[in-house]
């Protein structure tokens, strides 16, 4: 897997870009996402 995501990185910050939202939108009620689409 770790040769994967040197091979293709686009793909590891695409995975953990979505995580990253996913967690923001289920933990926080989506307060910081809004906040920063604001700025």
Do not use: R
């Amino acid at each position: 897997m770790l040769v994967d995501i040197i091979a293709h990185p686009h793909w590891f910050w695409l995975t953990l870009g979505g995580l990253l939202l996913a967690a923001e939108m289920l933990g926080t009620s989506g307060y910081l996402l809004w906040s920063g689409l604001a700025a």
